[in-house]
């Protein structure tokens, strides 16, 4: 039983070059998010799904483009990395209706 | 500006202290109150939740007391142990998804 599901784990990025994050998850959860991670800013929400097809602005979604093709997964885009994006990265997924989110292990983004 | 504030930023405590860590928020259509573990190198995991209409929620060692009228909620470890060394977080939704988190606390337990 995987959960939530990132990859990669690590990714060093040179400023300007695109990339992109995937999130699986195989519990059948509607909805999904990308949060970032910054030391003293606790998880600010990037982007968010609330199913197949749909997506939505978070609180800080500048920089960032998201896909959700399919409802077990949900892409997250970086096309022209800053260092201001060096962060750790996760997905979460949940229930329809519920914020009981459950996370992935995270992505450690570096931007040079 | 985040949305919840939490406090302290870190926390020491002898191994069978109590660790307490504060939050308070502004927003009162928030109607969902979690606490998120998370170890190094690990994501978020749920710990215990409260809703506004209960005061205090007890899983084990880890309580939620929950004041509606002061807008704060506030996590207790009783008997804090060694492997409860991790950093804390404590979150807010409106409409049962999408959360707000605070800062986060860092808890070392000392043996």
């Known amino acids: 039983n995987a959960g939530v599901t990132q990859t990669p784990k690590f990714r060093v990025l040179k400023t300007g070059q695109s990339m992109t994050l995937l999130c699986a998850q195989d519990?059948?959860?509607?909805?999904m998010y990308w949060y970032r991670q910054d030391p003293g800013m606790g998880l600010r929400l990037i982007h968010y799904?609330?199913?197949?097809?749909?997506?939505a602005k978070g609180e800080v979604p500048d920089g960032y483009n998201v896909s959700r093709l399919k409802k077990q997964n949900f892409l997250l885009g970086l096309e022209s990395a800053a260092p201001s994006q060096t962060s750790v990265y996760f997905c979460?997924?949940?229930?329809?209706?519920?914020?009981?989110?459950?996370f992935g292990q995270g992505t450690r983004l570096t931007v040079v | 500006q985040q949305q919840v504030k939490q406090s302290p930023q870190s926390l020491i405590v002898q191994k069978g202290g109590i660790s307490i860590i504060n939050c308070a928020y502004e927003?009162?259509?928030?109607?969902?109150f979690p606490w998120y573990q998370q170890f190094p190198g690990k994501g978020p995991a749920l710990l215990i939740a409260?809703?506004?209409?209960?005061s205090e929620k007890k899983e084990g060692r880890f309580t939620i007391s929950f004041n509606k009228s002061a807008k704060q909620f506030s996590l207790h470890i009783m008997d804090s142990q060694p492997g409860d060394s991790a950093t804390y977080f404590c979150?807010?939704?409106?409409?049962?998804?999408?959360?707000?988190f605070g800062a986060g606390t860092t808890v070392t337990v000392r043996a």
């Open positions: 979460a997924s949940s229930y329809t209706g519920t914020a009981k989110a459950f």
């Open positions: 519990m059948n959860h509607e909805y």
């Open positions: 799904s609330v199913g197949e097809g749909t997506t």
């Open positions: 927003n009162t259509a928030f109607d969902y």
């Open positions: 409260i809703r506004p209409d209960v």
């Open positions: 979150a807010a939704s409106r409409g049962d998804y999408k959360l707000s």
